[in-house]
């Protein structure tokens, strides 16, 4: 998925960084691929941090704006900075690459995941990634619709599954966590409240 991504980002590359007099040729590949790596990392970074919902929002194509989208505020805010310190760009700058990349490598990349004839994303593989492979086994495309509008429509509480993002939980490639029984303990499926053996 890592070199799907990166062809986005090539895609939107060619007058923030291909042309870029400020960016030399031979940066041109670090530059891009490093910004596929702060995508992921961001979505990662926000998802971890109790920001699940946003995420699975955001590539549900259900997060609103994108200039205002915490998580795209968070990659940015990421991005920008690292851009600085590994490429020697002033704040101007990195700012004004991401600014003018962002909008249009998250568009389609959400676009082509909610795509039904496209295959080259899919939220099972979104989240492989962005877990390690840690959500193997879980219902993705169920968990995307109970969160966007579908089934559940985000009742429960997505932030205790941001260990999947940080290594606190191990999957045991069995569980379905968009089942629509609820239990008392604010709302969640009882799928997940197995999975901290309560």
């Given amino acids: ?27 041109n590949a670090p530059v891009t691929e490093h910004v596929t790596n702060g995508i ?9 941090g109790g920001g699940l919902e946003d995420v699975v929002k955001l590539l549900g194509n259900s997060g609103g704006d994108l200039d205002s989208n915490p998580v795209i505020s968070t990659i940015k805010t990421d991005l920008t900075s690292s851009l600085m310190q590994k490429f ?45 492979g840690k959500s193997s086994g879980f219902n993705i495309d169920g968990l995307v619709k109970s969160v966007t509008g579908g089934s559940g429509n985000g009742e429960f509480d997505l ?3 941001r260990h999947l993002f940080d290594g606190g939980i191990k999957n045991d490639d069995t569980t379905d966590i968009t089942t629509d029984s609820k239990t008392e303990n604010g709302g969640l499926p009882d799928s997940i409240i197995s999975l901290f053996g309560k």
């Fill in 1 to 27: 998925m890592f070199e799907d991504l990166l062809k986005l980002v090539n895609d939107n590359a060619q007058d923030a960084v291909i042309t870029n007099p400020e960016i030399p040729n031979e940066q």
């Fill in 40 to 48: 992921l990392d961001g979505l990662k970074k926000h998802a971890a």
């Fill in 88 to 132: 020697g760009l002033s704040q101007g700058s990195a700012g004004n690459i991401i600014s003018s990349m962002l909008p249009g490598i998250i568009s389609q990349f959400v676009s082509q995941t909610n795509d039904p004839n496209n295959s080259t994303f899919s939220f099972t593989n979104i989240f492989n990634q962005l877990t390690g």
């Fill in 159 to 161: 932030s205790t599954l």
